[in-house]
């Protein structure tokens, strides 16, 4: 059966791919008219459209998601969300999902420029772009974001393990970020995020991928970052984090 699976994977990859790069090539424009003519609130919509397509799209080689929010999250206020990293699979359910918050992503400057739709988006929809051979660099678009998230009450996600873990083995917390985060965010609230067996979906790189992933992602109760000390608080989320991933 794992074989019949494997052999099936290739043709529904390309597939797959083939709607994934329609997708791209179609919400390009579609992103650049919405922001420059509608606005933000018409862009982020598009954004969220976009990345809806992109489940879609995972749904044809099988993949599916369990999404779990533990406890209400609260409204109105700055977010950081923490999250493990697997894969380049576990950006879209957390826009999708979470899209009530308007995520915006610390990514590295490679993602910036090259990618319709991705590089548009991470470059005009909010996000930052770092550079990690140039730490003042990474500091000062952090500092940016922290600030842009407190002032219109939206998320940013940082993924504290630096890279993504490979074979879903969760890696130790790098802190810089985060201590950042807190500092220039300090009525945030830290929406700590679980995420399980996306990596599966990039096991054999991204050709092929894989049929029947099932991706979890775990929302738990969020923590007010002036209620704690922010090594505990990284501690703390780090632990709660770590410990709904499943590795299996």
């Known amino acids: 059966m794992k074989t019949l699976l494997h052999i099936l994977s290739y043709p529904l990859s390309v597939i797959f791919y083939l709607f994934f790069g329609l997708n791209l090539l179609i919400f390009h424009p579609i992103q650049w008219i919405c922001l420059n003519v509608f606005g933000y609130e018409a862009h982020k ?8 397509v992109i489940l879609r799209c995972l749904n044809l080689v099988g993949t599916t998601f369990d999404v779990t ?3 209400s999250i609260p409204n109105n ?3 950081i969300m923490v999250s493990n990293h697997q894969s380049m699979w576990d950006i879209s359910p957390i ?12 990514s590295k400057i490679e993602l910036g420029k090259g990618i319709p739709s ?14 990690r051979k140039n730490p003042r660099q990474a500091a000062g678009e952090i500092i940016k974001i922290a600030k842009y998230v407190s002032k219109h009450n939206r998320s940013v996600v940082i993924f504290p393990e630096g890279t993504r873990s490979k074979d879903g083995t969760p890696k130790p917390f790098r802190k810089s970020g985060l201590l950042t985060l807190f500092k220039k965010a300090p009525d945030a609230y830290v929406l700590p995020v679980s995420i399980s067996h996306s990596w599966k979906l990039q096991q054999h790189g991204m050709f092929p991928i894989p049929i029947g992933v099932r991706m979890q992602l775990i929302v738990h109760p969020s923590f007010k970052v002036s209620e704690h000390e922010p090594d505990a608080l990284i501690d703390l989320v780090e632990t709660q984090v770590k410990s709904s991933i499943t590795v299996d």
């Open 45 to 52: 919509k598009s954004v969220d459209c976009f990345n809806w």
């Open 69 to 71: 929010i533990n406890s």
């Open 77 to 79: 206020v700055p977010i």
């Open 95 to 106: 826009i999708w999902f979470l899209r009530k918050y308007h995520p915006k992503f610390i």
């Open 118 to 131: 991705i590089s548009y988006n991470l470059k005009h929809g909010g996000s930052v772009l770092i550079d």
